[in-house]
């Protein structure tokens, strides 16, 4: 399907793109850019990346498929230095978090040849540790793929990056950026934003290690998300704000009644509001 | 170790209790009480009880250890109904998640024999599925179990109820009722309540399923108790409410100074704070 992945950005969500396409045999050969020797290292020691270079437009040189995976304040700089380097008709394309910022970097970056071949991808996939040495194969497998191409998207571009997330076994949909990024900041950024928040709040008591030697397995969940990425995760929140606070204060607001019913000792009322939480959630489906 | 088990209340937890008993040898019967004729069928069916009879007080009834393993507002109420049929130094336990209101509630309906054998008790265990179809003989195993026994507890039935809960290979713990519900509103109890007012948040939106359908492992993770039994969960918040909405104000604070930085674009500080979240996240191990 493609000779050349220039992986741009050695994680585990590239580092696992890069072993997918390679084990589906969509790719002949991958070559890869990371800002640390470290992570291209550990990416050519996992078998991910063929050849390490030294600046994204070297990974881009001679691919006819790149894939940025960095924090998406990244997005911007990063397409511009590639923006020579790519052939005609390149397969572009994120995974970044947010789509809006994206779509606004990639127009303000990329030239009229290339911008049509940029198809703006958010796979919703992740895992409890980060860094290149932690990818797999199928990461991408059964999961939800988000594509917002726009008006100016190729269509045989959107095509190609349907049929590549589908041969990698993802469930691929689009969506515009402005409603990816009202969905995430409710199912993904304000949690994470919540697990911080929950985290300090803890850790800054005085007997906060205490604290944290009492805690269990729903403490274990609840909490995962909250070791992400302190780079990745500020860039999405600051560049999807006006969602993210839209979303809190929708939560605040559920807070306060179930803090009023505490307040009030009104259990009827406590009681009704956990059972439509409780029953939602155990109806809820991942890909349902 | 014990001749019988009188199990009162078969649910997940008095399932899995009545299981690992049985199996590690430390009982010989089970006689079973729960509300619903439904869960004592379900409990029989499993082989977690031999019988079920139809009130606590025949399941206490010639029994040398009593299991309460009710939501937390029934504990006077059933310690009432049982009281006169306890022999002498039967212990009683319960599995509650809020101990100050546990031990209030044992000393106003238990008499002068019978209190110093009621030592309370609080393993920390729990999946995703609640009830006693789900029950596992390992659910207690390498699980921290917290006893708060008083001045008037009796040393022998302390000791026991280590001896107990170390055959079930749990790790054992005493602590005071109130720095219990202190340390398990921070890390429990609050993030239920910030569980149950996210999915509210966003099943109240009038495109609350289509956002669902976008959510992936980080939500699935970080909304899993949100799924808690209403009745359970109505009566921990209540009982502990003070400490709860102590730590919802700490709380509240910590998210406070992370949208600050939203609102005011400071990457530089809204990294440190995510960095601290992340780095005593990452550094956390239950039980460690």
Redesign the interface.
């Known amino acids: 399907m493609f000779r050349q992945l220039g992986l741009i950005g050695c994680g585990l969500m590239g580092g696992s793109f890069a072993l997918a396409v390679r084990q589906a045999g969509l790719v002949e050969r991958v070559v890869g850019y990371s800002p640390t020797a470290r992570s291209r290292d550990a990416a050519l020691a996992l078998g991910a990346i063929d050849t390490a270079v030294d600046t994204p437009a070297a990974a881009a040189l001679g691919s006819d498929l790149v894939l940025l995976a960095l924090p998406v304040a990244s997005t911007e700089v990063t397409l511009r230095a590639i923006c020579d380097a790519l052939a005609r008709e390149t397969l572009v394309m994120d995974v970044g978090s947010t789509k809006s910022d994206v779509v606004q970097a990639a127009a303000a970056a990329l030239g009229s040849a290339q911008l049509p071949w940029f198809v703006p991808a958010h796979p919703?996939?992740?895992?409890a540790q980060a860094g290149v040495a932690h990818s797999q194969a199928d990461l991408y497998q059964n999961?939800?793929v988000?594509l917002t191409p726009g008006a100016g998207t190729n269509a045989q571009a959107v095509a190609k990056a349907h049929q590549l997330w589908q041969a990698l076994q993802s469930r691929v949909r689009e969506m515009t950026p402005a409603a990816h990024d009202a969905?995430?900041a409710?199912?993904?950024h304000?949690?994470?934003?919540?697990?911080?928040?929950?985290?300090?709040?803890?850790?800054?008591?005085p007997n906060?290690a205490?604290?944290?030697?009492?805690?269990?397995?729903?403490?274990?969940?609840?909490?995962?998300?909250?070791?992400?990425?302190?780079?990745l995760?500020?860039?999405v929140?600051?560049a999807n704000?006006l969602q993210?606070?839209e979303?809190?204060a929708?939560?605040?607001?559920?807070?306060d009644?179930?803090?009023h019913c505490?307040?009030h000792?009104d259990?009827a009322q406590?009681?009704t509001?956990?059972?439509?939480?409780?029953t939602?959630?155990?109806a809820?489906k991942?890909?349902?």
């Open positions: 919703i996939a992740g895992k999961c939800l988000v969905g995430f409710a199912v993904s304000l949690p994470h934003l919540l697990a911080f928040a929950l985290m300090n709040a803890i850790t800054e008591q906060g205490d604290l944290l030697s009492l805690a269990g397995p729903g403490f274990r969940d609840f909490s995962r998300i909250a070791a992400g990425d302190p780079a995760w500020r860039d929140l600051l704000r993210v606070q979303q809190s929708l939560f605040r607001a559920q807070l009644a179930l803090e505490l307040e000792g259990g406590l009681s509001l956990i059972s439509q939480a409780s939602a959630r155990t809820w991942m890909g349902g």
